[in-house]
């Protein structure tokens, strides 16, 4: 879990290596950036020096803190053995707590998780360390609840805020928080990393610079089930007429994420046949090419909070045009 671990991001680590270097480190990053790209992998590499009982400003990686900052129980909600080190995700404390979490992350878990430990010092002396999963499902509340401790926290007391929607957040959360940038990872990266795990560098293509995504994409059911959707819908596109595309949006009323999956896949499709044919068919490229710029900005309209049947059918309109 050292910093090493984290691939195709030197920009971000130098960072907090300097911080860690210098003794400066913040008490509450924001790091932003796609989902699958090393934030987590980083958050915990931080905790992890932060936690260190040797006099090094990097981890040591062979105490007992280094070692218990990375071992996870085997049961959900795998959290690691480290009591000073609190992790705060929607859902993952099913069962300790009270409040469903369907719309996001509790003012509860907020106030159980965090705010009851942090007002006492660490219980091994080194440093409280939160990290924040996907920051931006913070309800308003448990957001709010937050806010006065993350602009003045306890001594040694850090705070790590992952999120791939940085714009979701309110406003006083980012202003009390330091950003650093994670950017999709290079394919190389991509490859070496489905490599490590046995499955086909290939997908890398496909995976927008994200782990996350060439992991779906090396899901064979999660394949198929993207590929049907392009299929489908690009065969609807050329028919002579619209009914037949748009009948086929209309039937599947899906949610917002799903829709952003499979436009996600449905993008990448039409870039990499721009890419393939571009020699011998310059014209169909354009095409495939000018597709794929209105299935983007039909992902982008989604993130917008455009609803997502709307999005979907002023997306197939805009296709049968080009
Ligand atoms: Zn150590």
């Not at 790209?37 to 992890?48: D, I, M, P």
């Not at 990448?268 to 209105?294: F, G, W």
């Amino acid at each position: 879990m050292s910093f090493e671990a984290v691939l195709g991001q030197e920009p971000a680590i130098k960072t907090l290596e300097r911080a860690l270097r210098s003794g400066k480190v913040h008490h509450a990053y924001r790091f932003e950036g796609p989902p699958g790209v090393g934030k987590n992998l980083a958050a915990l590499a931080l905790a992890q020096a932060l936690l260190c009982e040797a006099p090094t400003p990097l981890a040591c990686q062979h105490c007992s803190a280094c070692k218990r900052a990375q071992t996870f129980s085997e049961e959900p909600p795998h959290l690691p053995a480290h009591p000073d080190l609190l992790i705060v995700e929607r859902g993952i404390y099913k069962g300790v707590l009270q409040a469903s979490e369907a719309s996001g992350i509790s003012i509860e878990q907020v106030r159980r998780i965090v705010l009851s430990r942090v007002g006492f010092s660490p219980h091994e002396g080194r440093a409280v360390v939160c990290i924040v999963r996907s920051a931006e499902e913070l309800t308003t509340s448990a957001a709010n609840a937050l806010l006065k401790t993350l602009e003045e926290p306890p001594s040694r007391t850090f705070f790590v805020l992952l999120t791939s929607k940085p714009s979701r957040l309110l406003d006083t959360i980012r202003s009390r928080t330091l950003p650093v940038r994670f950017g999709p990872l290079p394919d190389a990266v991509v490859s070496k990393l489905l490599a490590a795990r046995g499955l086909d560098e290939k997908l890398a293509q496909l995976a927008h610079g994200s782990m996350q995504e060439a992991l779906a994409s090396a899901d064979p059911e999660e394949l198929s089930r993207r590929s049907s959707f392009s299929e489908q819908l690009l065969a609807g596109l050329d028919a002579p007429d619209l009914s037949g595309a748009l009948a086929f949006a209309e039937k599947l009323k899906l949610e917002r994420a799903e829709l952003t999956d499979l436009l996600t896949h449905l993008a990448q499709v039409l870039a990499l046949r721009a890419r393939a044919i571009v020699a011998e068919k310059p014209e169909d490229a354009r095409r495939a090419a000018r597709r794929h710029e209105i299935v983007r900005s039909a992902l982008a309209d989604i993130e917008r909070n455009v609803g997502p049947q709307l999005a979907l059918e002023a997306m197939v309109a805009k296709l049968r045009r080009t």
